[in-house]
């Protein structure tokens, strides 16, 4: 089994920061890539940023230059920044992570619970 476990969402105001960890564990044999969904009350999940293992990272526009991802393969940890929060930023934010549990195993997505951003105006 698989676990994702994020921390450090909650209520800020606009202009503020966060700062998210999501901690991957469990049956772990490599992990390819981590990132960050997010889903707004009424609207679809979006992603908001990834990294892969090697380094590389993508965001979707929106939060360009104001959220920067970061991870620690060592300790299976995505981070995710959040500066210059604003309202439009409220949702729950979810961390994924595609993995191996084995050498021979397909790659899985795998899901957190999700921690709640509140940004207030």
């Known amino acids: 089994q698989v676990q994702l476990v994020e921390s450090g969402g909650g209520l800020v105001q606009a202009g503020g920061s966060l700062r998210l960890s999501c901690v991957a564990s469990g049956r772990i044999f490599s992990i390819n890539a981590m990132g960050w969904y997010r889903q707004a009350p009424g609207k679809q999940r979006e992603l908001v940023a990834v990294?892969?293992?090697?380094?590389?990272?993508n965001y979707v526009d929106s939060v360009q230059g104001r959220f920067t991802v970061s991870s620690d393969n060592a300790k299976n940890t995505v981070y995710l920044q959040m500066n210059s929060l604003k309202p439009e930023d409220t949702a729950v934010y979810y961390c994924n992570a595609d993995l191996r549990s084995s050498s021979t195993s397909r790659i899985f997505r795998y899901w957190g619970q999700g921690t709640q951003v509140t940004v207030s105006s």
């Open positions: 990294i892969t293992s090697g380094g590389s990272t």
